[in-house]
C-alpha cells in the first residue's frame, strides 16, 4: 500500500465531505503510443491486467503504462486550500511551536495540531503568506490534511464515455446546486450536462473527449 498527494479545489472537497463525491477523472498525460497508429480512433477501447493498461483497436495502440495515481488499496491524501496559524499561550507574545491551527476554506472547519495530538514537524516553518490569507492546497503538507482517501477502483476510458451514475458519482450535481443558472437548475437525467459544465469549469475541454484516469474511491479516517 502506497500514498501520495492528489489536489482537489473548495467544492470537491465539500462533494467529499458531503457523501456526494466518490469518483474522480483526471486526464492522463504521456500515453505510450505506439508508432502508427491513430490516438484518435473512435472504436480503441482499454482493458488491463495485473494494474497495467493498454488501449488497443484492431491491435494495440500503447505498450503498458500504469495509473499515477495508485492502485486499488492504496491511498490518497487531499490537498485543499488551507490557512495556517500559531496558537499562541498565557496571552505571551511567542508562539508554541508545536501548535498550528488549521482552516480548511472549503468550509472553515479549524483543526488545532498540538504536539501531543497531531504533532507538527520540527522542520515545518509558518510561510510568511500564511499571514496575508489562504495557502493554494499545493502547498498542504500532509501533516494538515483531514481527508484521505482509498482507491477502490481504476479504470481508463475517454473522458464522454462517462455515464449518468458516474457523472453524480463525480459530485456533479451538487456542484451544480452551488451554480447560477441555468447550471443551477440541471436536474435528475442531466447529470452528464453538469459534469460536462464541471468539467470544462476546472479548465478541461469536453470537446477534445481526452482519454482519463477514472478513478473510484471512499473516504477513511485520516
Excluded at 462533494?15 to 472504436?43: E, H, M, V, Y
Excluded at 480503441?44 to 493498461?53: D, Q, R, Y
Excluded at 505571551?92 to 498550528?100: E, G, L, N, P
Aim: include cysteine.
Amino acid at each position: 500500500m502506497r500514498e501520495q498527494p492528489i489536489l482537489f479545489n473548495g467544492p470537491m472537497v465539500r462533494a467529499i465531505l458531503a457523501g456526494q463525491k466518490t469518483q474522480t477523472r483526471r486526464t492522463i498525460k504521456g500515453i505510450p503510443w505506439r508508432p502508427g497508429c491513430n490516438p484518435d480512433f473512435s472504436q480503441a477501447c482499454a482493458f488491463s491486467n495485473a494494474g497495467e493498461f493498454r488501449i488497443a483497436g484492431s491491435q494495440e495502440m500503447t505498450t503498458g503504462f500504469r495509473c499515477p495515481y495508485g492502485q486499488p488499496g492504496d491511498r490518497l491524501w487531499v490537498r485543499e486550500t488551507w490557512r495556517p496559524q500559531t496558537v499562541h499561550s498565557c496571552a505571551m507574545d511567542a508562539c508554541d511551536c508545536d501548535s498550528v491551527g488549521v482552516t480548511f476554506a472549503a468550509d472553515g472547519e479549524w483543526v488545532l495540531h498540538t504536539w501531543s495530538q497531531n504533532p507538527v514537524p520540527d522542520t515545518w516553518c509558518l510561510p510568511d503568506a500564511a499571514a496575508r490569507g489562504n495557502l493554494p492546497s499545493i502547498h498542504m503538507p500532509r501533516w494538515a490534511c483531514r481527508l484521505l482517501l482509498e482507491i477502490a477502483d481504476v479504470r481508463v476510458e475517454r473522458l464522454q464515455a462517462i455515464s449518468p451514475a458516474d457523472a453524480l458519482a463525480e459530485g456533479a450535481m451538487g456542484w451544480a446546486r452551488e451554480q447560477t443558472s441555468p447550471i443551477r437548475d440541471l436536474d435528475t437525467g442531466d447529470e452528464r450536462i453538469a459534469f460536462r459544465a464541471l468539467w470544462d469549469s476546472a479548465g478541461g475541454d469536453w470537446n477534445s473527449n481526452p482519454w482519463v484516469w477514472a478513478i473510484t474511491f471512499k473516504r477513511i479516517d485520516a
